[in-house]
C-alpha cells in the first residue's frame, strides 16, 4: 500500500506541476499574476535625478586619455553593474575580457587600427556576445536561485523551456520548424517570431551584450572615469588573439581611462526629438 501511495503521489504531483505550467503559458514570461503572496522589492524612495543627468549627459566618446591609472576595484565594480544589465530570460549572453597582459594589450591596440582611444586608454576591454553560452547560463540560473527553494515553473522552464526556445538544431532543423508552427500559429493570434536561425541568435545576443555595454560606461563615467566604445577593428585577429569560442562576436572594444583636458574632439551633435522620437 505504501509502494501505491507513492506512486499515486508522484502521479499527483506530476498532474499538478504539468496544469500549473500550462496555466502559466497563458503569459510569455510564465508568471502567476494571480496568486496571493508574491514578491516584492520596493523601489528606493529617493533617486537623485539631477546626478543620474550628469552622469549620462557628461559621458562622452573621449579619444585622448590622460596615463591615470583606473584601480582594480573600480573595474570590478563597474563590470558588477554592467552585469545587471536586463537580458532575455536571464541569459546574460554577454563575456567582458580586460586586456592587460602588456604584449596582449599592444596588439590589441594594432587590431583596433590604433586608434588614438585604443593607443592611450589605461584599460582595454573586449566586449563579446555569445550564442551558445545560454545553456551553461541556464543552469547557473537554476544553481545560484537567490530564494531559499526554487519556484518549480521556472526550474521547468530554464531546464526544458529554454532549450525549446534556442536551440535550433543540427542544419537548423530545429529553427525551421520552429519558424513554420510560429507562422501559421501567428495568422490567428500574436506569437513569439524568434529566434528561429543562427542568425536570429546573434541579432539576440548583440542586443543584450549592448545593455550591458551602456551600463559599463555609465558605471565608469560616475566613476570619474571615461569611454570610448570601438567598433574599428580587425574582429578575426582579436578572435584569434583571445583564443575566443566559434560562437562569440566582438560587438566592441571599450578603451577606459581618464578624460584629457583636450579628450573630446568635438561639441555633441544633438538632434531634436522629434527626429526618432513617435508617439503613436
Avoid at 530570460?89 to 586586456?99: A, G, I, M, R, S
Avoid at 541568435?201 to 560616475?222: I, P
Wanted: charge should be positive.
Amino acid at each position: 500500500m505504501n509502494d501505491l501511495n507513492v506512486e499515486h503521489e508522484k502521479e499527483s504531483t506530476f498532474v499538478g506541476d504539468l496544469k500549473d505550467s500550462l496555466n502559466r503559458m497563458k503569459t510569455i514570461d510564465g508568471y502567476d499574476y494571480k496568486a496571493k503572496e508574491r514578491y516584492h522589492e520596493p523601489a528606493p524612495e529617493h533617486v537623485d535625478f539631477e546626478e543620474f543627468k550628469k552622469v549620462v549627459e557628461s559621458r562622452r566618446s573621449v579619444r585622448k586619455f590622460t596615463d591615470k591609472k583606473v584601480p582594480r576595484e573600480v573595474i570590478d565594480d563597474c563590470l558588477d553593474l554592467a552585469m545587471l544589465a536586463p537580458s532575455s530570460c536571464n541569459l546574460q549572453p554577454w563575456e567582458f575580457y580586460v586586456v592587460q597582459a602588456p604584449e596582449k594589450k599592444a596588439q590589441l591596440v594594432e587590431m583596433c587600427m590604433s586608434q588614438h582611444a585604443a593607443k592611450t586608454a589605461a584599460e582595454l576591454i573586449v566586449i563579446v556576445s555569445r550564442t551558445k553560452s545560454w545553456p551553461d547560463v541556464a543552469k547557473l540560473n537554476i544553481e545560484q536561485w537567490p530564494q531559499a527553494e526554487m519556484p518549480q515553473h521556472w526550474k521547468t522552464f530554464y531546464k526544458r523551456g529554454v532549450p525549446v526556445s534556442y536551440w535550433q538544431g543540427p542544419l537548423n532543423i530545429a529553427g525551421n520548424a520552429k519558424k513554420l508552427f510560429a507562422t501559421v500559429t501567428g495568422l490567428s493570434r500574436p506569437i513569439n517570431r524568434g529566434p528561429f536561425s543562427e542568425s536570429d541568435m546573434r541579432v539576440w545576443a548583440a542586443k543584450s551584450t549592448a545593455l550591458a555595454a551602456e551600463n559599463l560606461m555609465l558605471a565608469f563615467r560616475a566613476h570619474n572615469f571615461d569611454s570610448c566604445p570601438m567598433e574599428g577593428m580587425d574582429e578575426k585577429r582579436i578572435k584569434k588573439l583571445l583564443n575566443l569560442p566559434k560562437d562569440a562576436e566582438v560587438s566592441m572594444v571599450l578603451g577606459v581611462g581618464e578624460r584629457a583636458k583636450d579628450g573630446v574632439f568635438f561639441p555633441r551633435v544633438k538632434f531634436t526629438r522629434e527626429n526618432f522620437v513617435h508617439y503613436c
